[in-house]
């Protein structure tokens, strides 16, 4: 009834006041989403290209679209990506695993602003970021093996989420609460959680800074949900002569969240989990030459995680694990006669002390080659491999290439090949409990890629489909022979996937900005998986991540401007795993915008599905939002 109430009153606000004079003009706006989609700079390291010129499936978030999409985290934002899935263990970004076209979380790279992110220990930690939605520019899905691009552990694809850039001096918030109104378990009241976030920009002749400090908690959706966390980011840029650039970043988060049924159900029901993530990275960018630009950057990352079985048993002692990460970058991008070159080194060391792990280290040393060029009109192609040396597994070469040929006016085909390699993790290795054994002696898994398809990209409309086929090898998955035995992590298969992926997003502006609807975008993508496992390990009777692979996986976005201060978005998501019943999901966003504030009513699970993302844990019902957001 809240919600009901909430969203006519908007609507009659915005349909019936006269605010020409200050209303933003919606086709400007529209059509600076337009501009922005095809011009993105996919931010690699060494080589970048626009999104409308890459030769990979790359999909990309822009920042129009994460201000519309109902979404309550990043974690929500990545589940309406074709090929991305989402297991989320709880609402408001308390713990989610990340994975791409069938593969596990663990085979994932995820970076900010080019940085990586990912945890030694384990995979369920790498969405822990200290940034908020309001933080970020845009997001880069790629999909597919890409060793030769971002190094170790992107087997599977890679994501970077870009933060915003500072234009102008000024100030924002956001404030939220949200409920499912219903009935809490025990102690009466009802469910529901909160937010606040605020950031400040400083714009300054040879300076730009960002700072932006956030809060989020809520009791929960069921017994022992309740959860808490708190964020802190800084960015700089300062200019330094003509043309030399100095960038930090640092971050951090605090998140406490219940834990019942994350790893060990139904009798983990009183665990509780805290999570502790610093973050900061310091890069130069630097034109040795006209031509030769030198970037050396150097970033540190402290993960601090302790893991309670049972909150409520007085003395006992939580499960603990500090990760240290050091990583130092050199890249290097030289403009030829001849094409583009990329070179780069990386040294990253890894460092874990924990009470169920011991005390481990290890060290990996990089070297990128890379050379785009266009031998013919209209023909591109980037050449390139990824050697390293880790001191636990030794030498590995992983080369890559990408070709693209611009066939008609918009149209592009494509084509690449692609290799990759995911080290087994701390956990993997280490772990000592009465359910889950580790095991040393496993090898990396290694990926092999192929990818061919087309895209259309013009000012309304963009468009791909493709078709790929990966093999894993010595794939590890966390296996037993009989029901009561403890997990133990084995090189248990050779995982083969095909799979076919279709996307559209069109984008309409009313020339003359009059009429009810002034502008309006839809967005559909679908995405079929075939995975086969051919078994290399005869006792394995059970598996706990392999056939959980998505089969079908179809999402799709509506969103339209209309009487000029309004915005409403619908978005639906079809999921369809190998081991689980498939579901649907609705959501909806409806907006009451002015130049310098807005508000918002999200509408989350609109028809109450009932379904499961991780291990044996029930996703929330329909829960209501309703936000302020002030802009200065």
């Not at 933003?24 to 080589?47: C, F, G, H, P």
């Not at 990309?60 to 999409?69: P, W």
């Not at 509780?272 to 950057?297: D, G, H, Q």
């Not at 070159?341 to 924990?354: A, D, H, M, N, P």
């Amino acid at each position: 009834m809240l919600f009901k109430n909430s969203a006519s009153f908007i609507v009659l606000m915005g349909c019936t006041l006269t605010m020409n004079a200050q209303t933003i003009s919606s086709s400007k706006a529209l059509a600076d989403t337009t501009r922005k989609l095809n011009e993105v700079m996919v931010q690699e390291n060494r080589l970048q290209l626009p999104f409308s010129k890459q030769n990979r499936n790359i999909w990309i978030i822009d920042r129009e679209k994460i201000k519309s999409l109902p979404a309550r985290s990043i974690s929500e934002l990545l589940s309406y990506v074709s090929g991305v899935d989402v297991r989320q263990r709880g609402p408001g970004g308390s713990q989610a695993d990340i994975s791409i076209d069938g593969g596990t979380f663990d085979e994932t790279l995820v970076l900010l602003n080019g940085v990586k992110v990912s945890d030694p220990q384990t995979g369920h930690n790498m969405m822990n970021l200290p940034i908020s939605m309001d933080d970020i520019d845009h997001i880069e899905v790629l999909r597919g093996s890409a060793s030769r691009v971002y190094g170790i552990n992107a087997l599977t694809g890679a994501i970077n989420i870009v933060t915003r850039k500072v234009q102008k001096t000024g100030v924002s918030a956001n404030v939220f609460a949200g409920s499912s109104f219903k009935q809490k378990e025990g102690d009466g009241g009802i469910y529901v959680n909160s937010g606040q976030y605020a950031s400040g920009t400083l714009a300054l002749k040879t300076s730009s800074h960002l700072l932006s400090v956030g809060q989020e908690s809520g009791n929960g959706y069921r017994y022992n949900t309740a959860f808490n966390n708190q964020k802190l980011y800084y960015q700089g840029k300062i200019n330094i002569g003509k043309s030399d650039q100095l960038d930090i970043m640092t971050g951090y988060i605090y998140n406490k969240f219940g834990a019942n049924g994350f790893y060990a159900a139904p009798g983990d029901i009183n665990s509780e989990e805290t999570v502790k993530t610093a973050l900061a990275s310091v890069a130069y960018t630097t034109k040795i030459t006209e031509n030769w630009t030198m970037i050396p950057r150097i970033s540190y990352r402290n993960n601090v995680d302790d893991y309670l079985y049972n909150k409520q048993k007085v003395g006992s002692k939580p499960n603990h694990h500090a990760t240290n990460v050091i990583d130092a970058e050199l890249n290097n991008t030289i403009q030829t006669s001849i094409g583009t070159f990329g070179l780069g080194l990386e040294g990253r060391t890894e460092y874990i002390k924990s009470s169920s792990l011991g005390k481990r280290n290890r060290s990996n040393t990089g070297f990128f080659g890379e050379y785009k060029f266009e031998p013919i009109k209209k023909l591109s192609v980037n050449i390139g491999a990824y050697t390293n040396y880790n001191t636990d597994y030794g030498w590995q070469a992983f080369p890559g290439l990408d070709l693209g040929y611009d066939i008609y006016n918009n149209w592009r085909i494509y084509g690449n090949l692609g290799t990759g390699q995911r080290l087994p993790t701390y956990t993997d290795l280490y772990y000592q409990g009465a359910g889950n054994v580790g095991n040393d002696q496993l090898r990396p898994e290694k990926s092999k890629y192929a990818e061919a398809g087309i895209k259309f990209n013009n000012a309304h409309f963009s468009g791909n489909a493709s078709y790929f086929t990966r093999r894993i090898d010595q794939f590890i998955d966390w296996v037993k022979a009989e029901i009561t035995d403890p997990w133990q992590p084995q090189n248990y298969s050779q995982v083969n996937t095909n799979g076919l992926t279709l996307s559209g997003d069109y984008r309409w502006t009313n020339p003359s900005n009059t009429g009810i609807i002034n502008g309006l975008r839809i967005g559909a993508a679908y995405t079929y998986l075939d995975p086969k496992l051919k078994t290399t390990l005869a006792n394995a009777n059970f598996s706990r991540y392999a056939l959980r692979s998505l089969k079908n996986q179809l999402s799709g976005t509506l969103n339209t401007t209309f009487c000029k201060v309004m915005d409403l978005t619908l978005a639906a998501r079809y999921q369809d795993r190998i081991s689980y019943k498939d579901y649907t999901v609705i959501d909806a966003k409806l907006a009451y915008k002015q130049p310098h504030y807005s508000i918002y009513v999200n509408a989350a699970n609109i028809f109450n599905a009932q379904f499961i993302e991780a291990e044996a844990i029930p996703m929330p019902g329909t829960w209501y939002t309703l936000g302020f957001k002030l802009n200065y």
